[in-house]
């Protein structure tokens, strides 16, 4: 078939979008690691106000949920639209224009952080350009992605499609209303809200920021690469519907259980506590659905590291959606509550669900994007195996610091008195700190493993040039 | 029509599930958000609320840009063993001036939600340029630099008591011509002490209902 004469996918803004990501992936958890590394040894930012701690630290979480995740989204997000509405990117300019605006985006956005402009405010430290400017590449986000669903070749709208949609709609909805704020200056802004209000505000955006972009956008992702690596279809279309607008509907309620007993009116929190405990629904529906997919592909689990990575990150899915609501009752919280146990629960999502998974994902696409093998299945299997060793042994370490530290504060003995005085309790948290910088170390260096081995699969990629016709014959549909 | 023929028309069309999704994600949010946005309660001022001078405004700023909020809780919940370690427990009416609240998400450090005038400035000095130099087993940064920059290079502080004004804080004119004066001769760690030992100070237990 001549491929110049008919349409072809957008793929290399896909490629770009995977190289992006990966690169901010090493630089974030980098991050992480010197941060971690600081809470041993706290000399180590060697009196420089950017490597301190209370500055590189949202670093560390900007640059992996803005750097590392949403570029990992829009690759995943471009390549499966296309895919699944057999036909080429809406405005691919613009894809492309998104594609380096975003990446200088987080980069000035990441420096702006260690020179200390900040809103405080947790994954919406960005001030108020940024706010703007991220406003402005979401909705080009929004034109290029529904733009290519309203273009598509066939009736019904994919799955992952709403998914992605979600993430784009509900993010902006999101972001908008809780950065809202009055400029001082260029690098200074007041909240538009205050005290108790502002802080509400800031955790229906905090807690919908992991639900609609770190869950329901890799569950776009899930949704598209789970199947298609599996060569089976979704287990139940059905349930995956009932299982999307449960999640759509349940999610943004949970943003209380950030609060309990802080001084927000009582109800607000229950209230949060039950529609998180009832949110346990939703997302194990979504995990059983993509595990009963595989279900009959168990086989190539044994030489697919591609799809090994997808399934374990669909078990710490699991994992950490049960760990959730539990934390969310108010008599788990209040142990759990401003703990290294928080900061386990996180990391069990992040490097379990959604590192594995868009590991798995960049396996799986970087190959079939330049027509060739992988460069090496065994570096890959490392990778894997390294990966599963830092995640058990980052959220086991901070389990047990975490629970430790939140018994002890609690303590009081007999007579009433508190037992222990917050310093011992802090100065015993040290080896548990040093196992979490081990683990750290593990999960980069296997992170960097992949950039290795993906970048010797892209390279000599100009020699084969794949053009992948927009509709795939297969189907049997002509454009 | 069917529930399945019904989704049938959502799955098909794009404007249907853009609108949907919309839809149903805002429901939790007003049904949350709205009625504490309201809820004349949370913003008014008692005599528990203390309006920042322009040197406690200046330290505050400070505080945020290190990212003290960081590692320290700015929250003391109702439980016997926080009251007993760091004080009453916290009230809403103490955070109407709080523009953003720091109550934070993890406690490295201890809450500094009632720490006004438990320690001499000159501690805090000590504390905050050498932590160790204090407390030994301390895992907090130094932060050397804050006695040397000016206060009054830390922003603008009349812009920012006019754009607070905007918001409802009650700055008289006086207050906020006078603020530059205020910051003259001062190091950011002067007004960042003055923030520390303000703390969780206006909160009286008389005030309580």
Known sequence: MDSTSQNTYHDTVVIRLIQFSVFWAVAAMLAGVWLSAELVWPTIDFGQSWLSFGRLRPLHTNGIVFGFGVSALMATAFYSVQRTSHTPLFLPKLAWFICYAWQVLVLLGGLSLLAGYTTAKEYAELEWPFDIAITILWVCFALVFFGTIANRKIKPIYISNWFYGALIIVIAMLHIVNNLAIPVSLGKSYSLYAGAQDALVQWWYGHNAVGFLLTGGFLGMLYYFLPKHAERPIWSYRLSIVAFWAFVYSYIWAGPHHLHYNSIPEWVQSLGMAMSIILLAPSWATMINGIMTVSTAWEKLRTDPALKFIVLSLAFYGLATFEGPMMSIRSVNVVSHFTDWTIGHVHSGALGWNAMITYGTFYFMVPRLVGRELYSTRLANIHFWLALAGTMLYIMAMWAAGVSQGLLWLSVDQIGELSFSFKDIMASMTPYYLLRLVAGIIFLSGTVLMGYNLLMTLKGQHAVKVNVPAVDPAYGVTA | ?209
Request: glycine fraction near 8%; include cysteine.
């Open chain 2, 1 to 209: 029509m069917s529930g399945l023929s019904l989704h049938k028309k959502i799955e098909e069309n794009t404007g249907l599930l853009i609108f949907g999704i919309l839809f149903v994600s805002a429901i939790g949010g007003m049904v949350q958000l709205l009625p504490i946005l309201s809820q004349e309660s949370l913003e008014t001022a008692t005599q528990n609320s203390h309006l920042y001078s322009a040197v406690e405004l200046t330290g505050r700023d400070i505080y945020i840009r290190e990212g003290c909020h960081v590692c320290h809780s700015q929250q003391v919940r109702p439980l016997i063993a926080e009251v007993e370690r760091y004080g009453p427990y916290s009230r809403a009416d103490e955070f109407v001036y709080d523009r953003p609240f720091l109550w934070g998400s993890k406690r490295t450090g201890p809450d500094l939600h009632r720490l006004g005038g438990k320690f001499s400035d000159d501690w805090h000095r000590i504390h905050l340029l050498d932590p160790r130099a204090v407390v030994p087993a301390s895992i907090m940064p130094a932060y050397p630099w804050l006695a040397d920059r000016d206060a009054s290079e830390a922003g603008n502080i009349e812009a920012k008591m006019r754009a607070l004004t905007v918001l409802g804080h009650p700055y008289t004119e006086e207050q906020i011509s006078s603020a530059s004066a205020e910051l003259e001769g001062l190091k950011e760690i002067d007004a960042l002490i003055a923030y520390l030992q303000i703390l969780g100070t206006a909160y009286s237990e008389d005030s309580v209902p």
